[in-house]
């Protein structure tokens, strides 16, 4: 079995351990991936043994039931402000419902908190009104601790996914090569890491990967939500509540059928570089804003060897 790394070393990594005076919520975001969107699958598949240990999930159900309308549109359209203005109160709602009833965890899966996937297309950049998005979420749920667990991807199986239907005539932007808007935009999954940060200065965020969340959905649903055994000290690699005695085997497919590549050798190997520049970010400790989760090695890996700490 292999770890799951976090880094930095040495940081808590339970936020749903800590004596609550609020109850928490935690929110999955940038899932469009066709890996990380299994993850969904798994949360619902432990959905009962969750709620058993007081923690509730909102997934693609009720999020198309329209729990989560209104809450982050954007300013500029009538009627947006009544419809934000629902939104909020109808999440107070439920976060002082369920503290009545003593849930102390709210699992939150919002693909597109982040934003919509036309805007990326449309500006040639990942998700560019992020920060104002996830601001307005958390502002719906204020009162609740906070966690924000980030799915990223190669940038390039991002973009291949993403406009794979779209005629390359309609890729406006002026250039001899139209998908060049995509490859030397600036902007990566660190900007997008440093926007949430900067919109939820008090959440704890987490970051990984596609990849890693569909291999191992239970180790990354450990750290998220903290394990609650062994003396109340956290290990990152453990599922929770027995979640990792439930076989992924059991979880649709997580391997992807990757997309037709649409760019070429030079600029996928720029899209490449700029990802590499990210995980790289991560690894170093994102200056501070984000733990990131990724397959390491052997269980128990992880503090440094002089603490005699596991995760």
């Keep these: 079995m292999m770890a799951a790394q976090v880094?930095?070393?040495?940081?808590?990594?339970?936020?749903?351990?800590?004596?609550?005076?609020?109850?928490?919520?935690?929110?999955?975001?940038?899932?469009?991936?066709?890996?990380?969107?299994?993850?969904?699958?798994?949360?619902?598949?432990q959905?009962?043994?969750?709620?058993?240990?007081?923690?509730?999930?909102w997934g693609d159900a009720e999020i198309r039931s329209g729990v989560l309308d209104g809450v982050t549109l954007p300013s500029g359209r009538r009627g947006v402000r009544d419809r934000r203005r629902r939104g909020v109160g109808r999440s107070q709602i439920y976060l002082k419902r369920y503290a009545q009833e003593g849930v102390y965890g709210l699992f939150v899966s919002a693909p597109d908190a982040l934003g919509p996937v036309a805007q990326c297309i449309?500006?040639?950049?990942?998700?560019?009104?992020?920060?104002?998005?996830?601001?307005?979420?958390?502002?719906?749920?204020?009162?609740?601790?906070?966690?924000v667990l980030i799915t990223i991807c190669a940038l390039e199986d991002f973009w291949n996914l993403h406009i794979s239907n779209v005629p390359i005539r309609d890729m406006v932007g002026g250039r001899a090569d139209p998908l060049d808007r995509f490859v030397t935009h600036p902007r990566s999954w660190q900007a997008i890491i440093e926007d949430v940060a900067c919109a939820m200065p008090n959440a704890q965020i987490y970051v990984t990967t596609d990849d890693h969340l569909s291999n191992h959905p239970g180790a990354v649903l450990g750290v998220v939500l903290g394990d609650r055994q062994a003396?109340?000290?956290?290990?990152a690699n453990h599922a929770p509540f027995g979640l990792a005695d439930f076989p992924v085997d059991n979880v649709t497919s997580f391997h992807d059928d990757r997309h037709v590549q649409r760019f070429a050798p030079s600029q996928r190997a720029a899209l490449?570089?700029?990802?590499?520049?990210d995980l790289n970010w991560l690894r170093a400790g994102a200056d501070g804003l984000a733990l990131f989760i990724e397959e390491t090695?052997?269980?128990?890996?992880?503090l440094p060897h002089e603490s005699g700490d596991k995760l």
Excluded: N
Excluded at 47 to 57: A, F
Excluded at 123 to 142: D, K
Excluded at 231 to 235: F, W
Excluded at 297 to 302: A, E, I, Q, R, V
């Design 47 to 57: 959905k009962e043994t969750l709620h058993q240990t007081g923690v509730r999930v």
């Design 297 to 302: 090695g052997p269980d128990w890996m992880g």
């Design 231 to 235: 003396g109340g000290r956290t290990r």
């Design 272 to 277: 490449q570089e700029k990802y590499a520049k």
């Design 122 to 147: 449309d500006m040639a950049q990942v998700y560019p009104g992020a920060g104002e998005r996830m601001a307005r979420l958390a502002y719906a749920f204020q009162g609740g601790a906070q966690t």
């Design 7 to 45: 880094y930095p070393h040495g940081v808590p990594t339970a936020p749903l351990d800590k004596v609550r005076a609020q109850m928490d919520v935690i929110f999955h975001i940038g899932a469009r991936f066709p890996l990380a969107q299994k993850f969904g699958s798994f949360v619902q598949s």
